[in-house]
């Protein structure tokens, strides 16, 4: 009996938006998809880093619940007990969709599977649970809707916990095969530089030996400009 997951007449092409707005914007053509999956290889890559960084975002997101005083203001005292202090609508409503949108997906791997019991209701046990099954979601008819929808939840965590609009240092051209874009880096470190990492305009996001490559790549270029 055949794999249901591994169906015939599969895309041609990566069925993921990164690929799509990278086409439009003229940065790189859409890619093809991997042998018998409807996802590219760095997108399918990028599903399975925005899965691994799932719960460290949520983690930090928490601390995010509460506004600080300039935002939401001094706590009114009425009668004996103050007013509680300001909660953050975006990131109550980030943390809220992770949980409901990786329950989500993993209910549709369990339904695929027959797998027995659910992981439990969590961002680290749901992202955990879905990072294992990557290759099912990338070979799945909803793989696209899939990859766009977590990269979503990720970017609502990131958005949550980092700086609106960090100051991005270019580092050069991407080292993915085929791709021209150009890879930035918060400029200040910390947490920015964890969660964001390296990341080019059609939204690769390098590897530690990727970042090295371009490092080394970036380290030739000078030394035959001041040779």
């Known amino acids: 009996m055949a794999d249901p997951i591994s169906r015939p007449f599969l895309p041609a092409q990566c069925a993921s ?28 890559r990028a599903l399975a880093a925005d899965l691994a960084a799932l719960p460290a975002l949520h983690r930090e997101s928490e601390q995010h619940l509460v506004l600080p005083a300039r935002q939401g203001g001094l706590a009114r005292v009425t009668g004996h007990r103050p007013d ?7 990131a109550l409503e980030a943390r809220h969709d992770a949980v409901v949108r990786l329950a989500s997906w993993a209910r549709l791997v ?13 961002v680290p046990a749901l992202a955990a649970f879905l990072g294992r099954h ?7 008819p909803a793989a696209g809707p899939a990859a766009d929808e977590i990269a979503r939840v990720a970017t609502a965590l990131r958005g949550v916990v980092a700086p609106p609009r960090p100051e991005l240092v270019p580092l050069g051209r991407c080292v993915e095969p085929g791709c021209e874009a150009e890879v930035t880096l918060p400029e200040r470190g910390g947490d ?6 390296p ?3 059609a939204g690769h996001v390098l590897t530690p030996r990727q970042w090295l490559l371009l490092n080394r790549r970036q380290s030739m270029s000078e030394a035959e400009e001041t040779a």
């Open 84 to 90: 509680p202090p300001p909660v953050s609508d975006a």
């Open 17 to 44: 938006n990164r690929c799509r707005r990278a086409a439009r914007s003229g940065v790189l053509g859409r890619r093809p998809a991997e042998p018998d999956a409807r996802l590219c290889g760095p997108c399918r």
């Open 192 to 197: 920015d530089l964890v969660l964001r990492g």
């Open 134 to 140: 990557v290759g099912l979601l990338a070979a799945h």
């Open 199 to 201: 990341m080019c305009g």
């Open 110 to 122: 369990l339904d695929e599977t027959g797998a027995g019991k659910p992981p439990e209701r969590t």
